[in-house]
């Protein structure tokens, strides 16, 4: 039996004879180096070495793809076992341990979903190049050390000798239909087949087929236009109709291959009347090898004419022809393969149900896209439509109430027909008003759910909601008293707006219009929740806390009005912005918060990393529906849940920690003279804005201020200096504040919560190097500056690790957690050594005074910056 010490031995030893194969100088190199590090020797004159002989992208190379090779082996031993989806099914056997009864239980596998929904941020440092190599090298791996196929070590090195030949930083910037192709590469090669085996363990559970999906598949790809200029509305239904195509190409495809299997003549078995009846309504729609077979194997003759209905949907999509013969949504597929299935042995109907499962999955759109855009975009367009219609003068500038005045009368108006003074307005407002039609359109031709959310930004008042709502009734996406078909949905991203979104909600069930409305949705709201934006407005125990507190207040009043919500939950990758394991979070997250629905996004890196191989796939769906199950039966059944944010006491010292915490974060960030100017030398914030990861720019507006930088870069620029002060600042003083500390250790073991955020916290500060850190602080100009800051984080730092080990009982930090721990270690090396490379190329650039060197020095600097990425598992 092979262990992890022995995969990593040899993946270094591939390394290294490829390195040898190709340059032998910069092998040397890089053992050195790595032997350097290991022994802590002074690096000074092996890197002088490197770029005096020309081998720093070289070096900078072989770092980076070590890398790689280690998150592969890495998330391999993750994984302890070979089937990972019966989690589920342990799952409910434990539950009915625990006293549930199975009916209740099924209840809730019923009606659960897990929604991931897929964003476009630019985290994600590789190219899809790398992307395929790594799901190849995944697979060899498999084969050569859990099934013994030892030729396959050559097909590691084929992929290897490639990868060395390949740039790791992309050429030019990344489009959004670059983006799309990456994501539906995933989700063709591992999600689909995933999830698909996830719902037939399901079906297993409940012993029926399922009516709908417990997974639903979402993207930001071509919806998130929040500070994007390149989203418009032609992209937006450019990739709506890029999703159909390819899902109903899958769909065509499974059909040939059960055309070539069920070849069964009707003589064999009973065929029912409904089947007949259903090939003889439309026999003239046949070929003529479909009449030949339909007289003795009716199940081919069916599916020809199922693939005829689906082929005829692509032709009306992309043509003006229009076909009578067509499947006009996918609940008429669905009936078509019951109808089959209905006729067939369960063994014979196995290639039916999966396709069954795929279309429950896919519907006609495969992944439902999220609309995203930033309120004010909706405040200025109607500043001018209010303007040319005579209804209110300098809208925008109103206060938060006589907004809300103006627009309940405008609301009682007759609709308007936008588009008969659509001349009239700027091209600004002609586009938002063509945001609506695109909706539209991806409804009528697609499917009708094809984009539901619609997401505000930056929402800090009621009446950002009520614009949106004036212009879903303009354009009859909402038809009062009748139909809502989209959900308007606030994103509260700030600690204020966190603490507000109670008083926001309220005041809109009590507006007329918005009450109707909520009325037409069945009573429900959904609303996001950010934890990228209150983590760098507040620091992250604030976040984490105030996020907490909202949403518990949001379940008390939704208790009280009457009003379901459905929460959104803005996460991404590193701890900072909301990651960490997401199946604790959930179990720790307020009772009734969860009953039965997540949705959370799934950003960058951590897609590749979650779904990119089969088994890593499979292991975190499990792990979800698992949490999500469980989690799901105690909001439904156990009303009474001791969790420890209801315990009077404790709720206390928490939101202390938080306030202090939360003083302590601002004052480094938002209130010390010249923090942005430290920020801006002290990390490679200037080179990331120049690096090509996606499509969106750094930052929402032009100016100088940490609120206007997204949170990703924030983070990113943070983590590359392995400081990553997002991920734990202020938290020691927060602590701090309790003069207690046994009061700490028993709020770190009587509470989920407060558990499951230190040991998320706990995980990320391990990361941090103080030592390279200060190596990069010396980048900063002004000495006081300089000194004050670093002093501040030192303190911080020194303050918050003395009190994480007493609270975790740790001599040293994760020493409880050994496996995590040895996970981080076995990275120091390699990324250190691309670290001090990086600090190394950033003087240099600093000192070079022609283009030519700088554009030199800039390609090696962006590719450390994705290779410390790979070593450090997350970017922003």
């Known amino acids: 039996m092979h262990n992890f010490q022995q995969e990593k031995q040899f993946i270094f030893d591939i390394m290294i004879e490829m390195l040898k194969n190709t340059d032998k100088t910069c092998a040397e190199f890089f053992s050195s180096l790595i032997e350097i590090l290991e022994n802590k020797k002074s690096t000074q004159e092996s890197l ?61 596998l019923e009606t659960m979903k897990f929604y991931p929904v897929f964003t476009a941020h630019p985290t994600e440092s590789r190219r899809r190049t790398f992307l395929e190599a790594h799901y ?63 719902l037939e363990v399901l079906t297993q559970l409940l012993q029926k087929p399922l009516q709908k999906s417990p997974i639903e598949l979402g993207s930001w790809i071509g919806g998130d236009r929040d500070g994007n200029p390149f989203v418009s509305n032609e992209l937006m239904m450019q990739v709506m109709k890029t999703q159909h195509k390819l899902i109903i190409n899958l769909y065509i495809k499974k059909i040939d291959l059960l055309i070539r299997e069920l070849a069964i003549s009707k003589d064999s078995c009973d065929i029912s009347a409904d089947l007949t009846q259903s090939i003889q309504k439309y026999e003239d729609y046949l070929s003529l090898e479909g009449k030949k077979l339909y007289k003795k194997e009716p199940f081919r003759a069916k599916l020809f004419l199922m693939k005829k209905k689906l082929q005829n949907r692509l032709i009306g999509i992309n043509t003006n022809w229009k076909e009578d013969f067509v499947y006009t949504k996918a609940s008429e597929l669905l009936e078509d393969i019951d109808l089959l299935i209905k006729n067939l042995t369960p063994t014979c109907a196995k290639g039916l149900n999966e396709l069954r499962n795929l279309v429950l999955l896919g519907d006609f759109y495969l992944l439902k896209l999220d609309f995203r855009e930033h309120k004010s975009v909706f405040q200025d367009a109607i500043d001018e439509i209010f303007s040319l219609l005579n209804i209110c003068n300098n809208f925008k500038n109103l206060q938060p109430t006589k907004k809300i005045e103006v627009l309940n009368q405008a609301l009682d108006l007759p609709l308007l027909n936008l588009f008969s003074f659509i001349q009239d307005l700027s091209q600004e407002t002609c586009n938002v008003i063509e945001i609506f039609s695109s909706i539209q359109w991806g409804k009528k031709n697609l499917s009708e759910n094809i984009i539901r959310s ?10 950002d909601l009520l614009c949106i709502l004036w212009f879903a009734k303009q354009t009859k996406l909402w038809i009062p008293n009748e139909k809502a078909s989209i959900a308007i ?69 939704g208790e009280t009005l009457g009003i379901k919500f459905l929460l959104f939950h803005g996460k991404g990758g590193s701890v900072s912005r909301g990651g960490g394991t997401l199946d604790s979070a959930l179990l720790a997250s307020p009772p009734k918060s969860v ?16 779904y990119l191989s089969p088994i890593s796939a499979h292991f975190n769906l499990a792990n979800t529906l698992s949490a999500l199950l469980r989690k799901s039966c105690y909001d439904a059944y156990c009303q009474n849940q001791n969790f ?36 801006k030398q002290a990390t490679p914030i200037d080179f990331i804005q120049q690096l090509n990861l996606g499509s969106r720019p750094s930052k929402r507006k032009d100016t100088q201020k940490v609120e206007d930088l997204r949170a990703i870069p924030w983070v990113f620029a943070w983590t590359q200096n392995r400081s990553i002060i997002p991920a734990w600042y202020g938290l020691g003083s927060g602590l701090q504040a309790i003069k ?32 390279i850190a200060k190596l990069y602080n010396a980048f900063v100009e002004d000495e006081k500056l300089q000194t004050t800051i670093w002093n501040l984080i030192e303190d911080e730092y020194k303050r918050t ?76």
């Open 489 to 557: 949905t606030p994103l509260f991203e700030t600690i204020q707006d966190l603490q507000c979104a109670k008083e926001i909600i309220a005041t809109l069930s009590e507006n007329k219009h918005y009450a109707t409305y909520l009325k037409d949705c069945n009573c429900t709201q959904e609303i996001m929740v950010g934890y990228s934006d209150s983590s760098k407005d507040g620091g992250i125990f604030a976040s984490n806390y105030n996020l907490y507190s909202a949403i518990s207040s949001l379940i008390e009043l």
């Open 595 to 610: 009953s039965g629905l997540l949705k959370v996004t799934e950003q960058g890196e951590m897609i590749s990393s979650k």
């Open 740 to 771: 207690d500390k046994n009061l700490l250790r028993q709020c770190y073991l009587e509470s989920d919560f407060f558990r499951a955020t230190l040991d998320n916290i706990s995980q990320a500060f391990l990361k941090v190097d103080l030592n």
């Open 136 to 198: 190849a090298i995944d697979k060899n791996l498999h084969k050569i050390f859990d099934l013994n196929e030892d030729d396959r070590i050559d097909l590691i090195n084929y992929r290897l000798h490639l990868l060395w030949q390949t740039s790791l930083v992309r050429s030019e910037k990344l489009e959004v239909l670059f983006e799309l192709d990456n994501l539906l590469y995933i989700v063709e090669t591992t999600i689909l087949s995933s999830a698909q085996n996830a």
């Open 801 to 876: 690790m003395d009190l994480m080990l007493f609270i975790r009982n740790e001599n040293t930090l994760l020493d409880t957690q050994s496996e995590i721990r040895e996970s981080i270690f076995m990275r120091k090396t390699p990324v250190s050594a691309l670290n001090l490379i990086q600090i190394e190329l950033i003087k240099r650039y600093h000192q070079t005074t022609y283009p030519q060197q700088k554009e030199k020095l800039m390609e090696e600097i962006h590719s450390t910056i994705v290779g410390i990425a790979q070593g450090m598992r997350n970017t922003g």
């Open 48 to 108: 002088q070495n490197i770029i005096a002989n020309n081998k720093t992208l070289e070096v900078i190379k072989a770092f980076s793809l070590y890398n790689i090779l280690l998150n592969i082996i890495e998330e391999r031993f993750n994984i302890k076992t070979a089937k990972p989806l019966e989690k589920i099914k342990q799952t409910y056997n434990d539950l009915i341990q625990e006293g549930f009864n199975p009916k209740d239980i099924q209840k809730i």
């Open 644 to 679: 420890y944010i209801s315990q009077k006491d404790n709720t206390k010292h928490i939101r202390l920690i938080s306030e202090k915490s939360y003083q302590t974060y601002r004052h480094l960030v938002y209130e010390t003279q010249g923090f942005i100017d430290y920020f």
């Open 454 to 463: 619609f997401i505000l930004s930056m929402t800090t008042d009621a009446s």
